[in-house]
């Protein structure tokens, strides 16, 4: 699972290319701090030997921690459709988007996880 949870920090190096575009600094450091919160998230939950609440609540970050970072993708998105940003140098376009969307690797098995957890609530209601 911490593999995984490496996805979104692989994804998060990608978004830093969209946010280095940005010309005020303060908005390029909330934007760079909003941009690691999914890994941060996923990285301690699946890094502990136990989680420090239930199942449930671990099921709704996970959730929030998968739209942020889609959310973030697709802003990413409009924001290069709308203002066409030039790359930069070494670091292309291309390779920043192959970055941001080997974050959705983790999707997969946290989707599985997920409707794991809600077909086994249903039983046990």
């Known amino acids: 699972m911490i593999a995984l949870s490496i996805c979104f920090g692989i994804g998060a190096v990608g978004l830093r290319w969209f946010s280095d575009q940005v010309?005020?600094?303060h908005l390029r450091i909330a934007?760079?701090?909003?941009?690691w919160i999914?890994?941060?998230v996923t990285f301690f939950f699946t890094f502990t030997a136990t989680w420090p609440f239930?199942?449930?609540r671990f099921c709704w970050i996970l959730i929030f921690a998968m739209a942020l970072y889609l959310s973030q993708v697709v802003s990413a998105e409009v924001f290069q459709f709308i203002f066409h940003l030039p790359g930069q140098g070494h670091f292309t376009?291309?390779?920043a988007r192959i970055l941001m969307y080997?974050?959705?690797v983790a999707f997969i098995p946290y989707s599985i996880f997920i409707?794991?957890?809600i077909?086994?609530?249903k039983r046990d209601a």
Do not use: H, N, T, V
């Open 23 to 25: 010309p005020d600094r």
């Open 31 to 35: 934007l760079m701090i909003l941009e």
């Open 38 to 40: 999914p890994f941060i």
């Open 54 to 56: 239930g199942r449930r």
């Open 93 to 95: 376009l291309f390779s």
């Open 102 to 104: 080997f974050g959705f």
């Open 115 to 117: 409707r794991q957890f």
């Open 119 to 121: 077909s086994q609530s």
